[in-house]
């Protein structure tokens, strides 16, 4: 592996043994590896060409993946991994992506050219010449379209430095062919969503253990980005706190006021946890097992009493008696209701 040393204020690129062959460097790549199969793919066919390779691995505030295929691919090539955490920058690009939505809340084309605009920055602290992604052509309905892709590298300053080995046969040459850095005869023609060439490769060249495509990112889910659009049309902005509690609880809107019902202990817990820190409002039933409930409002309390009797509907508690509920105001007022379950077909309409 290679690092990068300042010196004098002049930045050094320093080679280890291990990045030399035949005694020249290898050439370089940074391999964008989110653990999906088809990256995991990309990065194997452009290692077994000699290729030296960095991946750099990003995390959203809404994925799902464990990020496990990822340590197990690093730790067994010996692979240097950059992690990169993409916050407030890509939230904005969630409220207001400048190439708009996919199918749900998913803003694909400008969250590529986001990782890729942070790759490129990586590139020159890696020294690596070329970028790799696992992308494959029209496996995307919108993002990876040809003209898409290209689209793409071309906002991201990345002209003809992405190489995408699964598809490379159908896209235009790239610099690292150009230059005869790689063998172009070994880059595949992979195109469309089935995925039997992908796995029928994975058993070649014995990958194992890759998670299933389906995973992921959790702006495609239709019912977290029902909720996404939801808070955005009542608040303007959407703050990395925001997705923590868009991802927990039962919501419930009730005039401007919304609620989160926790659905399990680690949940209640977490709930009770924000509900302190930040001087929330929350509330519990008092004698029996139930969720607590969260309510983000600070100033007015109009609709404490229905919060209450909605707490109620999702505690043990019987829902056709009057159930004592504790509420405790800002962490400083108690006050104690006793109230009636909220029925079912309200309910329904309640729920974000
Ligand atoms: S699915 Fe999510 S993480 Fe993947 S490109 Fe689209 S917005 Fe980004």
Redesign the pocket.
């Known amino acids: 592996m290679s690092s990068l040393l300042i010196l004098n204020g002049v930045a050094m690129l320093t080679v280890r043994s291990e990045d030399v062959c035949d005694g020249k460097p290898k050439v370089k790549a940074l391999v964008l590896l989110s653990g999906g199969l088809d990256s995991l793919l990309a990065a194997k066919l452009i290692s077994d060409q000699g290729i030296g390779i960095d991946v750099v691995n990003f995390a ?1 505030p ?1 994925c799902l993946c464990d990020h496990c295929s990822v340590d197990r691919f690093v730790k067994e090539l010996d692979i240097k991994v950059h992690r990169v955490y993409l916050g407030q920058d890509f939230l904005d690009i969630v409220v207001n992506p400048p190439h708009g939505h ?1 199918s749900q809340m ?3 084309m400008d ?2 050219i986001l990782m890729l605009k942070k790759a490129k920055e990586l590139m020159k602290t890696t020294g690596a010449e070329f970028i790799v992604t696992g992308e494959v052509l029209n496996e995307r309905p919108f ?1 990876q379209r040809k003209e898409a892709l290209l689209h793409i590298e071309k906002d991201a300053g990345l002209e003809g430095r992405i190489l995408r080995p699964l598809s490379g046969n159908l896209l235009p040459e790239t610099i690292p062919e150009k230059k005869g850095w790689i063998d172009k005869q070994k880059l595949l023609s992979i195109e469309g969503r089935r995925r039997l060439p992908q796995i029928d490769l994975a058993r070649k060249i014995d990958i194992k253990n890759y998670p299933c495509p389906s995973g ?2 959790l ?2 889910d239709p019912r977290f980005a029902q909720r996404l659009k939801e808070h955005l049309q009542h608040d303007k902005g959407l703050t990395l706190q925001d997705v923590f509690l868009l991802k927990i609880g039962r919501h419930f809107r009730l005039g401007e006021t919304k609620i989160i019902v926790g659905r399990n202990e680690e949940e209640n817990n977490r709930l009770l946890a924000i509900a302190k820190n930040r001087e929330m409002s929350y509330l519990e039933a008092v004698d029996y097992e139930g969720p607590v409930t969260l309510y983000l409002e600070k100033e007015k309390t109009d609709f404490l009493e229905k919060s209450a009797a909605i707490t109620v509907r999702y505690s043990d508690a019987p829902k056709d008696i009057p159930v004592r509920v504790l509420c405790r105001i800002s962490s400083k007022e108690l006050l104690y209701m006793d109230v009636t379950a909220v029925d079912d077909k309200e309910i329904v309409n309640l729920r974000i």
Do not use: D, M, Y
């Open positions: 959203t809404f996919g998913n803003p694909c969250c590529r993002s992921g990112c702006l495609t």
